[in-house]
């Protein structure tokens, strides 16, 4: 039995490194948390084409989005401020970290693990690298779509991790990304609906927190007598 995990807002809760950037940049922002958080990352997904063909840096997406989010909000901000916002964001990702429910089961786990994760090589193994993934998930069990050169739901995404996916089950927190595309090529799936956006029929399970999802995960090997 292998899980093959999405990395942003699966393994981590993305809203922690915002919401550091936000108290300490933007202190005065009168947005909804989440649905602030929400509208930047439907900003985010818009521009994702340009950061994987290498047209926009992690940076320059990370600061066009908060600008076009801040004045969604009727609350534009300059250039430096969304810079500096950028900057801080990328600080508080260092500090990023797995929830306690979740690094127990992994520790526990002898299913497969891996990880296929949208986004630039490089940054996303930073990621991977503040999150300690090396405990649990093995250096050639770790794919991003900047190492493939193809980003989910493109097929050949999934493809790269294996080309027999009976025995795989993907989790991610994005429906149309991780879900349909992972369904679409047989895999088992796991929608890590974090955000309560909704799911669909591409979802054979749906989990909303850490706990949720672990004990998913054991009551699914336990099914499956690992």
Not at 75 to 94: H, I, M, N, W
Request: hydrophobic share 35%; with cysteine; charged share 25%.
């Amino acid at each position: 039995m292998n899980f093959c995990f999405d990395c942003d807002d699966t393994l981590y809760d993305m809203r922690s490194p915002f919401d550091q950037a936000r108290a300490e940049v933007l202190p005065g922002l009168q947005a909804d948390p989440e649905a602030f958080y929400t509208q930047t990352r439907a900003f985010s997904e818009e521009i994702f084409d340009q950061v994987q063909d290498g047209t926009l840096t992690v940076d320059q997406s990370g600061v066009l989005r908060i600008r076009k989010a801040c004045e969604w909000w009727g609350q534009p901000v300059t250039l430096a401020q969304a810079e500096a916002f950028q900057a801080a964001y990328r600080r508080a990702q260092t500090e990023i970290r797995m929830a306690p429910e979740l690094e127990e089961w992994l520790a526990d786990t002898r299913s497969g693990l891996w990880i296929l994760s949208n986004g630039p090589d490089v940054h996303q193994r930073r990621k991977f690298s503040a999150l300690k993934t090396d405990r649990f998930f093995p250096e050639s069990h770790t794919f991003t779509s900047g190492q493939i050169g193809f980003a989910k739901p493109d097929p050949r995404a999934f493809q790269a991790v294996t080309a027999d996916p009976s025995d795989f089950w993907y989790i991610g927190d994005n429906y149309h990304n991780d879900m349909e595309g992972a369904k679409a090529l047989g895999w088992h799936t796991i929608h890590f609906d974090r955000r309560h956006q909704g799911s669909g029929p591409a979802a054979d399970y749906i989990a909303h927190d850490e706990s949720e999802l672990t004990a998913l995960l054991r009551q699914l090997e336990g099914e499956y007598n690992v």
